[in-house]
């Protein structure tokens, strides 16, 4: 999904039907300039670091692409400077087949 199909946004004619994100439009924020990457990958450890994927050393969504274990993330912050006030977690989502299965 791109801009042009986003409510709340001047760019495309013809925009789906979203009641639930014209909503949050309406009554929240609205994102003037954000980036993400052309895959999955590279955008997750972006969000997670704060850090554009290049620094992280995930630039596709290879296997030999992780985030590194020493990376600080949101997660880890949000812990040292809430006192742990926040619940989170971390799930994995994947097309592929390949990998090993979790359990």
Not at 10 to 38: D, R
Request: charged letters at 20%; a negative charge; one cysteine or more.
């Amino acid at each position: 999904m791109g801009i042009e199909s986003t409510p709340g946004y001047p760019v495309g004619s013809v925009k789906p039907n979203m009641p639930n994100l014209e909503q949050l439009v309406s009554k929240g924020i609205t994102f003037e300039n954000a980036w993400s990457y052309p895959v999955c990958s590279p955008t997750r450890a972006s969000i997670l670091t704060g850090k554009n994927s290049f620094r992280t050393g995930v630039l596709n969504a290879e296997e030999a692409s992780s985030l590194s274990i020493s990376e600080r993330t949101l997660h880890s912050f949000l812990d040292e400077y809430t006192n742990s006030s926040y619940s989170h977690g971390i799930c994995r989502e994947t097309a592929r087949s390949d990998l090993p299965k979790w359990e």
